[in-house]
């Protein structure tokens, strides 16, 4: 006999045999995967278009500070043509310029030897993981 206060579905599953449950539970798995599926590609798509648009506002802002930089090399050229003739300021500006150019590679090289062997420590453990993979062997 079957309690009344059961919900229906478990009236229905005792109808059924267990092939056709089993076949729905794999519909219903097979339809549940696909919904996750399509819901994480929706969040992804929202998240790679907001990705997006910051990655657009940090090269407009980069543009900016390049146009900025620009500018203040400008202003500093005309600043310096009042004392003296203009070509000599915008040499000045120009030899301004390379000595920031030149620290900024000097410092960017040092940095760059510094991390040459950069999995030094991995590499010296995959030596020794093979070493004893030959010991284990022999």
Do not use: Y
Not at 14 to 21: K, P, T, V
Not at 33 to 50: D, M, N, P
Not at 55 to 62: H, K, L, T, V, Y
Not at 78 to 103: E, H, T
């Amino acid at each position: 006999m079957t309690d009344p206060r059961a919900p229906e579905v478990s009236r229905d599953v005792a109808d059924r045999s267990f092939g056709e449950l089993l076949g729905e539970l794999s519909s219903d798995l097979s339809r549940l995967v696909r919904q996750e599926i399509a819901l994480a590609k929706a969040e992804t798509k929202e998240e790679l278009s907001k990705a997006g648009q910051g990655a657009g506002m940090f090269g407009g802002a980069g543009v900016a500070g390049l146009l900025t930089l620009l500018f203040l090399s400008l202003a500093l050229m005309f600043a310096l043509a009042n004392v003296m003739d203009v070509g000599w300021a915008a040499l000045i500006v120009a030899v301004l310029w390379a000595v920031v150019g030149g620290v900024l590679f000097a410092v960017g090289r040092s940095r760059l030897r510094q991390a040459t062997p950069p999995l030094q420590q991995t590499v010296e453990t995959l030596k020794e993981d093979a070493q004893w993979a030959k010991r284990q062997t022999s």
